[in-house]
């Protein structure tokens, strides 16, 4: 083993630590409980498969449904949560489309679920596959919070930020003015 190497893993200070999202840390004893360090993690519960009639509108619907789930994600990160995907992560390397592979990511997306803190529902639609993810939310008594489109989110915090800009903007004015 080389010099570069061995320093590599002298700085992993505990290697369990080193989790994929997914990982009950309440079953290693290592973990900490409480850990107010560690994000909340927030399912992402969004449509994937396209329900489109025709190929090019499947395409375009697949699209964006990867688009709305990809923006929910980078809105949660920035929000300093830990957004879990399934849908994201799993198709990656398992095909949608096969019947087999489907059931296996929707079962692994599943265990995802059971270490989620809260399920984020974005968007009107709900698909097959996110009706089971809800109902397991349900039964594990996960908060299920019901949210619109992501960049209808951005909008509305957009929204909100300038409303509040605006009115401290106003009280400034108001305060040089009488002063």
Same mark, same amino acid.
């Given at each position: 083993? #080389? #010099?570069?190497? %061995? ?19 309440? +079953? ?8 107010? =360090? ?15 009639? =025709? ?9 964006? #449904?990867? +688009? ?6 980078? $809105? ?48 009107? =639609? ?7 993810? $809800? ?10 919070? #019901? ?18 800009? %605006?009115? %401290? ?11």
């Amino acid at each position: 083993m #080389n #010099n570069e190497h %061995q320093a590599a893993q002298s700085d992993i200070k505990n290697p369990r630590e080193l989790k994929p999202p997914g990982t009950n840390a309440s +079953h290693d004893t290592s973990a900490s409980s409480g850990n107010s =360090t560690s994000p909340k993690k927030i399912f992402v519960c969004s449509p994937y498969r396209p329900l489109s009639e =025709t190929e090019e509108s499947r395409k375009a619907e697949l699209e964006s #449904n990867i +688009h709305r789930a990809k923006t929910a994600c980078r $809105i949660l990160t920035t929000l300093g949560f830990m957004p879990l995907a399934p849908h994201l992560y799993f198709t990656t390397f398992l095909k949608d489309e096969e019947k087999r592979e489907r059931e296996d990511g929707i079962r692994l997306g599943l265990q995802w679920l059971e270490e989620a803190d809260e399920v984020w529902v974005f968007g009107d =639609t709900i698909s097959e596959g996110m009706a089971v993810e $809800i109902a397991r939310a349900k039964e594990l008594a996960k908060p299920v919070r #019901n949210l619109p489109e992501p960049s209808r989110m951005v909008e509305l915090l957009i929204k909100g930020i300038s409303a509040g800009y %605006q009115g %401290q903007r106003n009280a400034a004015e108001s305060e040089s003015n009488n002063g």
